[in-house]
């Protein structure tokens, strides 16, 4: 049997693959710190299940329009309107299986074989793996260690750009590095898009999970509105990873294709579900808070003992459930070179379980720092506190 070729070029969210390993672990008998998955163990707020619920014995357990139902539709308009300060109507919102079909839809909708895609890198697997296996030409970015978070070289990132480069993906909030952009740093990576003629995918997945201060999107600076879609999810602003439900937000031409391509891959999103996500956007926002609260506290726990950590450095993200601390100093005390080596030994060792930065993307390049990710949405604080402080021991600290 012989398969496409084209699946030489898929990639995976290989996340998954370390919580396949730690699942392993664990059903030996060993313990495990799950960091390394950015799953959520806070439930969905209830009233979201109750509308779900209801709708479902209700009878909305059929096919609903591809676009999603107008009901929803209008509410993320309405809600991103206000948002970020844009005006936008049920016809800019097409609703999807989760956030990731987004950026699948996006590269199809607007990528033609060979062309050239800027992204982020380290940053979300999938952007890697959908550009290359569509018959783009992924042309990574990537950051560096600013004063306060991770930064963007944007003269570097213009001289990727080339007469082939057509797309921009974005993902302010960052995954792995929680790095958020500056307000000049955004305003110069919409100058690009506008300068370049680019279209411009904003992954806002994280943009309601912020601690202090306020989100604020690319999409809303002048001259954007009109070349960028908006990947949302609800994922995780509403502790609904397993729900899968997102959107496709942006102007209609984008949108009624990638609804089209809702017919050609899933004919529609749940039904009934989309009745629980309205009650997530008009309902009680409470429990958001309640988690916000409680993520802000594993946060803390976590860089306050890995900064304690002899040969670690880490910041402290505004945003997002992740933390990308520099290891570098710590994996030459310790004598390692390879990072799946340093990763397993600390797993086996400790039972602290996280990705490394080779899990988001190739590397770009000689890069001689190192980095590995944590994410705290899926383990509560008195395992954030044992685990780090085994992982601190191991260390030598």
């Known amino acids: 049997m012989k398969f496409a070729d084209r699946l030489q070029r898929l990639g995976t969210e290989t996340a998954f693959s370390v919580s396949a390993e ?6 030996k008998g060993h313990h495990v710190y799950p960091f390394h998955l950015g799953d959520m163990n806070i439930k969905t707020p209830q009233h979201i299940i109750d509308a779900a619920f209801a709708a479902a014995n209700a009878g909305k357990t059929g096919y609903c329009p591809n676009y999603g139902i107008p009901q929803l539709r209008e509410a993320l308009a309405l809600d991103i309107s206000r948002s970020h300060n ?6 800019n919102v097409a609703v999807q299986p989760g956030g990731k079909p987004s950026i699948g839809k996006f590269v199809l909708s607007l990528m033609d074989k060979g062309d050239e895609v800027l992204y ?7 952007y890697e793996s959908q550009i290359e296996f569509h018959g783009g030409v992924a042309v990574p970015y990537t950051f560096h260690e600013g004063e306060k978070n ?8 213009e001289s990727k750009i080339t007469p082939r480069t057509k797309l921009l993906i974005y993902n302010n909030l960052q995954n792995p590095t929680g790095a958020e952009s500056s307000p000049d740093e955004m305003k110069a990576i919409a100058d690009l898009a ?6 411009v995918l904003s992954d806002e997945a994280y943009f309601d999970i912020r601690y202090s201060g306020k989100s604020s999107s690319i999409a809303s600076l002048p001259g954007l509105a009109d070349r960028t879609v908006i990947l949302y999810t609800f994922s995780k602003k509403f502790a609904m990873t397993g729900w899968r439900l997102g959107a496709t937000i942006g102007p209609k031409e984008i949108v009624d294709r990638v609804a089209k391509l809702n017919v ?12 629980g996500a309205i009650a997530g956007l008009t309902g009680d926002m409470a429990p958001v808070r309640k988690m916000l609260d409680t993520l802000k506290a594993r946060r803390d726990a976590c860089v306050d003992r890995l900064n304690a950590i002899p040969g670690v450095r880490c910041y402290r993200p505004e945003a997002t459930f992740y933390l990308f601390p520099n290891v570098t100093e710590l994996m030459a005390i310790k004598g390692f070179d390879d990072y799946e080596k340093f990763r397993r030994a600390v797993m086996n060792d400790t039972g602290v379980s996280f990705c490394t930065r080779l899990h988001f993307g190739r590397p770009v390049g000689q890069e001689s720092r190192r980095y590995i990710r944590l994410a705290y949405s899926g383990i509560d ?3 954030i506190e044992e685990g780090i402080d085994r992982f601190r021991t191991w260390a030598g600290g």
């Open 86 to 91: 844009i005006p936008l109507t049920m016809e």
């Open 120 to 126: 982020p890198n380290p940053g979300y697997p999938i």
């Open 22 to 27: 730690a699942a392993t672990f664990a059903s």
């Open 381 to 383: 604080i008195q395992q």
């Open 194 to 199: 506008v300068k370049h003629d680019l279209v």
């Open 150 to 157: 991770f930064v963007l070289d944007i003269d570097a990132i």
């Open 264 to 275: 050609n891959d899933e004919s529609c999103s749940n039904h009934f579900i989309q009745y």
